[in-house]
T-cell receptor, first 109, second 114 residues
Framework: LAKTTQPISMDSYEGQEVNITCSHN???????ITWYQQFPSQGPRFIIQ???TKVTNEVASLFIPADRKSSTLSLPRVSLSDTAVYYC??????????FGDGTTLTVKP | EAGVAQSPRYKIIEKRQSVAFWCNPI?????LYWYQQILGQGPKLLIQ????????DSQLPKDRFSAERLKGVDSTLKIQPAKLEDSAVYLC????????????FGDGTRLSIL
């Protein structure tokens, strides 16, 4: 399983765009990159998943360069309610993945 | 659609006692996972089921932890006897299948060992 590395914490202000980068140097050819969000006292919630280039949904965008050794989760115009822990995972086609310790994002007013 | 249901939400026991957690996955989800999340850390996979068969239990401390998924639907995770280091949140997740299908998590059971 590819190990992931993320910043431990990030601060931002309401209305800003936030980019959280994850490195996964040992990603395998068939692995996907998945991001989850976790609020206190709740289970992780799926945000977005991708294989290469760019994926966008209603809450976030995921940018993956051609070498796929890193990925960036982009949250547009964050609000106080986006304060949470964000996890980057690499998933194999057998459904295996490992959570790291995540990035704690704090959004300030 | 109803989410992953877990019970109880909280449990306090003394060390060496036993405890059980219950999980009901999203209807139709074939794959079920149990995770342990220690405060300040990411979730750690304990066991993964595909229907009622075990796919991965390599990180399950089998001398004290056991899990079953009878009939391929709901599941129970048991700890016997509990140790102080088992204090954690136990999360259940389910997905339609294995592979790249996203996992849907319940809100977990917070276990405190005295």
């Amino acid at each position: 399983l590819a190990k992931t590395t993320q910043p431990i914490s990030m601060d931002s202000y309401e209305g800003q765009e936030v980019n959280i980068t994850c490195s996964h140097n040992n990603i395998a050819t068939n692995d996907y990159i998945t991001w989850y969000q976790q609020f206190p006292s709740q289970g992780p919630r799926f945000i977005i998943q991708g294989y290469k280039t760019k994926v966008t949904n209603e809450v976030a965008s995921l940018f993956i360069p051609a070498d796929r050794k890193s990925s960036t989760l982009s949250l547009p115009r964050v609000s106080l309610s986006d304060t949470a822990v964000y996890y980057c995972l690499v998933r194999t086609n057998a459904g295996k993945s490992t959570f790291g310790d995540g990035t704690t994002l704090t959004v300030k007013p | 659609e109803a989410g992953v249901a877990q019970s109880p939400r909280y449990k306090i026991i003394e060390k060496r006692q036993s405890v059980a957690f219950w999980c009901n996955p999203i209807s139709g989800h074939a794959t079920l996972y149990w995770y342990q999340q220690i405060l300040g850390q990411g979730p750690k996979l304990l066991i993964q089921f595909q229907n009622n068969g075990v796919v991965d239990d390599s990180q399950l401390p089998k001398d004290r932890f056991s899990a079953e998924r009878l009939k391929g639907v709901d599941s129970t995770l048991k700890i016997q006897p509990a140790k102080l280091e088992d204090s954690a949140v136990y999360l259940c997740a389910s997905s339609l299948g294995g592979g790249y299908q996203p996992q849907h998590f319940g809100d977990g059971t917070r276990l405190s060992i005295l």
